[in-house]
């Protein structure tokens, strides 16, 4: 019998994996930060499995995320903390990149996971501090979790509707004689180098891929936004010489030269 209350009494005194207690609301801030930290993991893996294209860099944010679910398992305590300091580290370490594709809804293929990041990112932050509170009194009740998953959840569908009907309104600009022709595509430009002369030039350019892209020139104040499939144009004077032009949100991997003569 004593051995019986000294195993219920040891089972008891372990932390509980958070949200599986029960308060008066039925959802707890350890419940909700689980939740948010698989969003935040979906946001990376679904769209890779969905392109077939496993890239090292979005695995290497997606990984401690998986660190911290398996922690929390074994640690529940040691797993809330990892898990909201990681979603407010990568939140703060993509917030350049955020403000910038966030602005753009009509790239389906970038806003919507990138809101999702975005709203489970903040979340696991903010749940943090709550959900370790519940785990250490697991009969408090904490309000707003449920109403914070509400929010966020309405933010996303909100969202996504948004970049529906944004990505539909998109037209595309057809090319005139004498334009120079560049094509987007599997991140690249094509061609790389192009030839211009004259003062006044004019560039046509067709994205082929799903995602967005930029086609600037900083010297010169050119800065043309490319929806996903979308063709654009844009003219500008430039003086004889060698210019640089750019994707922005893919800078390291699409560059090239204008050469004005």
């Not at 689980?34 to 944010?61: D, H, K, R």
């Not at 990149?97 to 602005?103: K, V």
């Not at 519940?134 to 969202?159: D, E, N, W, Y």
């Not at 003219?235 to 090239?256: I, L, V, W």
């Amino acid at each position: 019998m004593s051995e019986t209350v000294t195993s219920l009494s040891e089972t008891e005194s372990r932390p509980r994996l958070p949200g599986n207690h029960d308060d008066q609301a039925g959802f707890g801030w350890g419940r909700l930060q689980l939740l948010a930290a698989i969003g935040a993991l979906a946001s990376f893996l679904v769209p890779m499995l969905i392109q077939l294209s496993f890239e090292p860099f979005l695995l290497s944010m997606a990984a401690p995320f998986v660190v911290g679910l398996l922690v929390m398992l074994r640690w529940p305590r040691v797993g809330v903390i990892w898990l909201g300091v990681v979603s407010l580290a990568e939140l703060l370490f993509s917030a350049p990149f955020l403000a910038e594709t966030l602005t753009h809804p009509e790239s389906i293929a970038d806003f919507i996971p990138l809101l999702v990041f975005t709203v489970s990112t903040l979340v696991a932050t903010i749940a943090a501090i709550p959900a370790l509170r519940q785990l250490r009194a697991p009969a408090t009740s904490l309000g707003g979790a449920r109403a914070t998953a509400i929010l966020a959840g309405v933010v996303i569908v909100a969202g996504a509707v948004v970049s529906v009907f944004a990505a539909a309104r998109i037209e595309g600009v057809p090319a005139r004689e004498g334009d120079i022709r560049v094509i987007t595509e599997d991140i690249e430009f094509r061609p790389a180098a192009i030839r211009a002369e004259g003062t006044t030039i004019a560039v046509h350019v067709t994205n082929r891929d799903s995602t967005r892209h930029t086609f600037t020139i900083d010297e010169l104040g050119v800065d043309l936004n490319l929806p996903p499939n979308s063709t654009q144009r844009v003219t500008f004077k430039a003086a004889p010489g060698t210019y640089r032009f750019f994707c922005r949100p893919h800078e390291s991997d699409m560059q090239g030269d204008l050469v004005v003569r």
